[in-house]
């Protein structure tokens, strides 16, 4: 009598975990053959069973009589086969900068080359979408990142996914400013026109009120001496602060206009009384 000394999974599953098989034989003491009789579910290789197809999964313990036994009767154990989960790896997180071009993800791998298709989907999409394999970066920030594959056998095979994280950090930024030209006191206003890279509005203001003032982008001429305007842009959520630019020009003194007399009368003979001389 044959009796499998090995139990039978219950978790057996397409292209899973191997089952080996043991039993004890009869009295002839010839060794034990064991096979599969759904070959379309199930090999065996010597001991070893191997899972290839759902179904129910039939495995055969034969042993040889000899001149004084005869052939031991067959004995069979069923094993339930599931559907296979498919390996997924090499997904790995990503790390990209605000502002950085659209990029298309790398499939992962997928164990025994098992063929399917992968479908991509954002878990944050304020900080980035996917249109087929190609993410769009939105703003700064993370998301996770998953890989849906679904197997073109889908009788013998469930769906699998993959996760992955996508991080985009904040972008720097730089301010451009042009040094104002000297100006003569009186001379009027004038604007300024920082700008960023980041297309962030700039703030400019005057270290040195007593010489010169500023409101919005409109410069005016408080007194002769220094000027000096800092350029600041304070960042977002997209973009760090940028570095300070400061520029100074000089207020010169104005030039003023020669002065002339005018008389009240062009002659007048020595009255002992004064005449007016008015300047202009």
């Known amino acids: ?6 139990t039978a999974p219950t978790n057996a599953k397409v292209a899973g975990s191997t089952y080996t098989i043991t ?16 070959l379309s579910i199930c090999t065996v290789a010597t001991a070893t069973v191997s899972f290839i197809a759902v179904g129910t999964c039939t495995v055969a313990a034969n042993q040889s009589g000899n001149s004084n036994y005869a052939a031991a009767t067959e004995a069979t154990q069923n094993i339930t086969v599931a559907k296979g989960d498919p390996a997924l ?19 992962p791998t997928i164990a025994n080359s098992l063929a399917g298709s992968f479908t991509y989907a954002s878990g944050t999409l304020a900080t ?11 703003a700064a920030g993370t998301s996770v990142v998953t890989a849906t594959f679904t197997p073109t056998d889908t009788n013998n095979y469930s769906v699998a996914t993959i996760t992955m994280t996508l991080t985009v950090n904040t972008n ?3 301010i451009t400013f042009t040094k104002p030209t000297d100006k003569v006191f009186g001379s009027g206003t004038f604007t300024v026109s920082p700008t960023s890279s980041s297309g962030l509005t700039i703030v400019v203001s ?20 220094t000027c000096s305007l800092d ?22 003194q104005a030039t003023q206009s020669a002065l002339s007399i005018t008389a009240t009368t062009n002659s007048a003979a020595y009255t002992g009384s004064a005449y007016t001389a008015t300047p202009s």
């Open 231 to 252: 350029a600041d842009q304070s960042g977002n959520s997209n973009f760090t602060a940028a570095s300070r630019v400061t520029q100074t020009f000089a207020i010169t």
């Open 206 to 225: 005057s270290s040195t009120t007593n010489v010169c003032t500023i409101s919005g982008s409109t410069v005016t001429l408080v007194a002769v001496g």
């Open 172 to 174: 720097s930024q730089t």
């Open 1 to 6: 009598t044959i009796s499998f000394t090995s």
């Open 23 to 38: 039993a004890t034989g009869g009295a002839s003491g010839n060794s034990l053959a064991f096979s599969s009789k759904t």
């Open 128 to 138: 980035a979408t996917i249109s087929s394999s190609t993410v769009t970066i939105v």
């Open 89 to 107: 790896s090499s997904f790995s997180d990503v790390t990209k900068t605000y502002g950085d071009s659209a990029f298309s993800l790398t499939a």
